[in-house]
């Protein structure tokens, strides 16, 4: 496996796209762009290690502390998961991993650019990883996270009708724990409908559509959103709906 070494310069303001030594997982398939290099130990590759070494403490010197150079990372990677720049936004929620793997909304990162690629169990596995860090309650992970556990539930085929069960009674827990303790209502409400869509419950998806309606403008999740999980119904995902069951009457 042949390294390449990538330098970077670092003028009066330090790069936010600051470079690492990378290395294929297999061809076509770049490490840096799998959730956390895909479990490689790379303090056993020395061009790596030394490289991860000197990006540290480059951007830890220029921003004060490791945590705060990670939020700086996490801001950038939500700004390219925003521009569908999926490859780029995980390189750097890697670059984030490594210099705060206690952030929970790296994890959260790593499950929205997940979701996109049409991984939603992995996608899962990951916001519980975020989850069990005890993520700040306003940022719409709660719902996205109830979100994706449905879209793992209908989407694995090989669970069992009792392993599906739990799946969907977790969903439905992460969305009232979010009802509970988030203020964003809107955005849970029209985040929930589309839960209830895809698990076929479709009174119960026009139910938090008119709950979503009801509220004010909502003030939209910092976390990643997932496809159709917006702040308020999207016209096609009404149509959507629509195609499946008449909008009830009065809404």
């Not at 220029?62 to 150079?69: I, L, P, Q, T, V």
């Not at 596995?125 to 989850?131: N, T, W, Y």
């Not at 809107?186 to 419950?201: D, E, K, L």
Request: charged content about 25%.
């Amino acid at each position: 496996m042949k390294l390449i070494r990538y330098t970077c310069t670092f003028g009066g303001v330090l790069l936010l796209s600051a470079c690492l030594v990378t290395a294929p997982v297999n061809r076509g398939t770049r490490i840096d762009e799998v959730p956390m290099y895909a479990g490689m130990d790379r303090s056993k590759v020395p061009e790596l290690k030394a490289a991860d070494e000197k990006f540290i403490s480059d951007v830890t010197a220029h921003f004060g502390s490791r945590e705060k150079a990670a939020a700086r990372w996490v801001n950038q990677a939500y700004a390219f998961y925003h521009q569908d720049q999926l490859g780029m936004a995980m390189r750097r929620f890697n670059q984030a991993w490594l210099l705060n793997p206690d952030n929970p909304e790296i994890y959260a990162g790593f499950a929205s650019i997940l979701h996109e690629q049409g991984k939603p169990c992995d996608a899962m596995k990951m916001m519980e990883k975020a989850l069990a860090l005890n993520p700040p309650t306003f940022q719409g992970i709660y719902p996205d996270a109830g979100r994706i556990v449905t879209l793992c539930a209908i989407s694995d085929k090989t669970l069992s009708p009792s392993a599906k069960g739990e799946l969907i009674a977790r969903s439905e827990a992460l969305y009232e724990k979010a009802e509970k303790i988030e203020p964003d209502k809107r955005y849970i409400y029209s985040s929930w409908a589309t839960a209830y869509y895809w698990r076929g419950q479709y009174s119960d998806a026009w139910r938090m559509v008119a709950k979503a309606r009801a509220q004010g403008i909502g003030n939209g999740a910092v976390v990643g959103l997932p496809s159709g999980a917006v702040d308020k119904p999207s016209e096609h995902f009404l149509n959507m709906l629509r195609a499946k069951m008449p909008e009830p009457a009065g809404q």
